[in-house]
Nanobody
C-alpha cells in the first residue's frame, strides 16, 4: 500500500486548505484512515480519523469544528478540509491507514497505523 498526500501550501490565518491522500496498491474502503501532523520541534499528533466500517469520525480537540475528514471510496482517497486556519496549525501533515477492526480507543495512537504517506507541508502565516 502506498499513500500519497497532497494539497499543502502557504495560507493566511483564517484561510482554508484541503488535503488529499490517495491510496494505491489495495482498496482501503474498510480501513481506518487518519491524519496526523508534526510541527517543528514537536511530537507527531493525531488530527482526525475516519472509520471505513461505519463512517464514524474522530477529531483532536484543537481542530474540532474547523476541520472535516471525509473519504471517497471510489477514488480510494481521504480528504481533510481545513478551515479557519491559524499559525498553530502549521505542520507537516501525514495521512495514515490502519486496520479496519481498530477499536475507537486506539485510533488516536500513531502506533496503530501500518501505512503512512510522505507528508505535505501546511504553513499558516499570521
Amino acid at each position: 500500500v502506498q499513500l500519497q498526500a497532497s494539497g499543502g501550501g502557504l495560507v493566511q490565518a483564517g484561510g482554508s486548505l484541503r488535503l488529499s491522500c490517495a491510496a494505491s496498491g489495495r482498496t482501503l474502503s474498510r480501513a481506518v484512515m487518519s491524519w496526523f501532523r508534526q510541527a517543528p520541534g514537536k511530537e507527531r499528533e493525531f488530527v482526525a480519523a475516519h472509520r471505513g466500517i461505519n463512517g464514524n469520525t474522530y477529531y483532536a480537540n484543537s481542530v474540532k469544528g474547523r476541520f472535516i475528514i471525509s473519504r471517497d471510496n471510489a477514488k480510494n482517497t481521504v480528504y481533510l478540509q481545513m478551515n479557519s486556519l491559524n499559525p498553530e496549525d502549521t505542520a507537516l501533515y501525514y495521512c495514515a491507514a490502519g486496520p479496519s477492526g481498530a477499536i475507537p480507543s486506539t485510533i488516536r495512537r500513531a502506533g496503530l497505523y501500518d501505512y503512512w504517506g510522505q507528508g505535505t507541508l501546511v504553513t499558516v502565516s499570521s
